[in-house]
Every structure is written in structure tokens, then in C-alpha cells.
């Protein structure tokens, strides 16, 4: 990317950012790189995924795709699917449990 993930320094890294969040994408567990520090990686990168733009998105070692394509699976579905199958997110069990209880409160009304 460029920049980090809590000072990005492009539209597109930003928007990756957001919606890795709104998929539930901890930033704090993933690892990101900025390529604005290092020129050899920032082409390296495209070289290896033979993909022209930054930022790159890899889920255990394969690339998935660029902005364009993260947000095209954001809205279609396939995103929350791959992160899914992939386990990438926990289920966090506090919310789940919460979320049983809210449900059970809401069947008691």
C-alpha cells in the first residue's frame, strides 16, 4: 500500500483500508507494506502479481487484486465469502453471544 494503515497516503489504499473494516479485517492482524519507502518493492510488487497498481491485496500468499477489485467483491459478496473460507476472520464469541442475547430480547418483546 501506500502509506500505512493508519496514515494512508492515496485514495486507493484508504478505500482498500475501509473496506477491509467494513469486511471485519482486524488492521492490527494483517501486515502491510508502504511501497513509498522503498522503490524496488513498489515495482517488485507489480512485477510479481503482474498487476499494474498499488494497493495489492494477498490472502494466504495469493493475490486477490487491486482496489478496483477488492470493492467489486465488497458489493457483490465474493470478498466476505473468500475471507470466510479462507479464515481470515474469528468469529468473535463475546459478540456472537451478545448478539444471542439481543435476539432473545428482541423474541421477549
Not at 7 to 18: D, M, N, T, V, W
Not at 42 to 54: A, F, H, L, N
Amino acid at each position: 500500500m501506500k502509506g500505512t494503515p493508519d496514515l494512508p497516503q492515496c485514495g486507493f489504499s484508504r478505500a482498500s483500508l475501509q473496506v477491509l473494516s467494513l469486511q471485519g479485517v482486524d488492521p492490527k492482524k494483517f501486515t502491510a507494506f508502504n511501497v513509498l519507502e522503498d522503490q524496488d518493492l513498489r515495482q517488485g510488487i507489480k512485477d510479481y502479481s503482474e498487476w499494474p497498481t498499488i494497493p495489492q491485496l494477498y490472502v494466504n500468499k495469493t493475490f486477490v487484486g487491486g482496489c478496483d477489485i477488492l470493492v467489486s467483491m465488497h458489493q457483490n459478496g465474493e470478498l466476505a465469502s473468500l475471507l470466510e473460507k479462507e479464515g481470515v476472520l474469528a468469529v468473535d464469541q463475546d459478540v456472537s453471544a451478545e448478539g444471542d442475547q439481543s435476539n432473545q430480547k428482541k423474541e421477549d418483546k
